[in-house]
């Protein structure tokens, strides 16, 4: 039963002219109130939708650029396990890996203090499983 089958009936019924034209106002608010939440939604997920793919187009550069990147410096840089190895001018890798995240490639520190479970970053809070350093 729509609403305004519901009003039709209720104009039989006893109720002053008053009231039944209120009823029949606030239906037709609620009605257009309704129209516009749902223009409104229909607005809003396009809008998500659209940032979805933008979102999935700057993981894909950004993955590009960090490829680059290392490749660019990949006589001063070696990544094994997700993790970033500076290469020392007398041969060998540096004792800890830098951040593969962060721009500037800080260092990352053990996690816990000397043991051997993570390696942590100080700059962006990221934390990756232990590896040693790659061997020559």
Not at 17 to 45: G, H, I, P, V, W
Request: aromatic fraction near 8%; charged fraction near 30%; hydrophobic fraction near 30%.
């Amino acid at each position: 039963m729509g609403t305004f089958d519901f009003l039709k009936e209720l104009q039989g019924k006893v109720l002053d002219a008053a009231t039944y034209q209120l009823l029949e106002r606030n239906f037709k608010m609620q009605s257009e109130n309704n129209r516009l939440l749902q223009e409104n939604n229909d607005l809003l997920q396009q809008r998500i939708e659209s940032l979805v793919q933008e979102i999935e187009q700057l993981k894909d550069e950004n993955k590009r650029l960090r490829q680059e990147q290392l490749n660019t410096n990949s006589d001063l840089f070696y990544e094994i396990e997700g993790l970033i190895w500076k290469k020392r001018s007398e041969g060998g890798y540096e004792s800890k890996p830098r951040c593969p995240i962060c721009s500037n490639r800080p260092t990352l520190h053990q996690f816990p203090p000397g043991g051997k479970m993570h390696w942590c970053c100080s700059s962006c809070d990221a934390t990756f499983d232990y590896a040693g350093p790659p061997e020559l």
